[in-house]
């Protein structure tokens, strides 16, 4: 059965430094999504993406967030410069149409812990 | 923006017993609800979902309702195992999706 893959699982970072979180969303879904989720709290969405561009994104996802497909498979989530509070569990997801009223399916997430 | 509250945070009960979970929702806009179950170190799953035309679905020992009137809908979850037990969050979508804050599902054997 088809899934979201995301790399890596666990990623440690320092303060101030730039991170990439990768995903593989399935082959024929045409949107994406992050969400974030602090240990121990809600899933929180990010941005949604669909044709190259984003089509929402919350309050939370600020100049310092950046989405991007870069070739036919990858979708990735960019920190330019990481805080303490941006340790969390990142989620990527993906959807056949969207954004509300469609199937989303999460990844496994990537361990985002920032010191 | 949508806000969704989720009820009770935390639900223990014995196995074969059925289990209630109940959320609300604050934009009338909103059009479909999933219920995700996430177990330990995984990523969401959905379960089930409804959309806002329909007000009750069932799939073997899971159903959810859906009252568009009192913007609430629930999860039921019948004949509960152990396996059963994990972390269960609905969400409301229209343009983006807003997860409730969870309920920690325990189900003892």
């Known amino acids: 059965e088809p899934e979201v893959t995301q790399t890596p699982s666990h990623q440690v970072t320092q303060m101030g430094q730039e991170v990439i979180l990768r995903c593989v969303p399935i082959?024929?879904?045409?949107?994406f999504y992050w969400y974030r989720q602090i240990l121990g709290q809600k899933v929180e969405f990010l941005v949604s993406?669909?044709?190259?561009?984003?089509?929402?994104k919350s309050e939370i996802f600020d100049d310092q967030f950046s989405v991007e497909r870069p070739d036919g498979s990858n979708f990735t989530l960019k920190i330019r410069s990481t805080k303490l509070e941006d340790s969390a569990m990142y989620f990527c997801?993906?959807?056949?149409?969207?954004?509300?009223?469609?199937?989303?399916?999460f990844g496994p997430g990537t361990r985002l812990t920032v010191t | 923006g949508e806000n969704v509250e989720q009820h009770p945070s935390t639900l223990s009960v014995q196995e074969g017993d059925s289990a209630v979970i109940k959320c609300t929702y604050s934009?009338?806009?909103?059009?479909?609800f999933p219920w995700y179950k996430q177990e330990l170190g995984k990523g969401p799953q959905l379960i089930i979902d409804?959309?806002?035309?329909?007000g009750e679905k069932k799939d073997q020992r899971i159903a959810v309702t859906l009252n568009k009137t009192a913007k609430h809908f629930s999860l039921h979850i019948t004949e509960t195992q152990p396996e059963d037990s994990a972390v269960y969050f609905c969400?409301?979508?229209?343009?983006?999706?807003?997860f409730g804050a969870g309920t920690r599902l325990t189900v003892k054997p």
């Open positions: 082959s024929n879904h045409l949107y």
């Open positions: 993406f669909y044709n190259n561009e984003i089509s929402e």
């Open positions: 969400a409301a979508a229209n343009n983006d999706m807003r």
């Open positions: 997801a993906s959807s056949v149409q969207g954004q509300g009223g469609y199937e989303q399916y």
């Open positions: 409804i959309r806002s035309n329909v």
């Open positions: 934009d009338s806009a909103s059009n479909y």
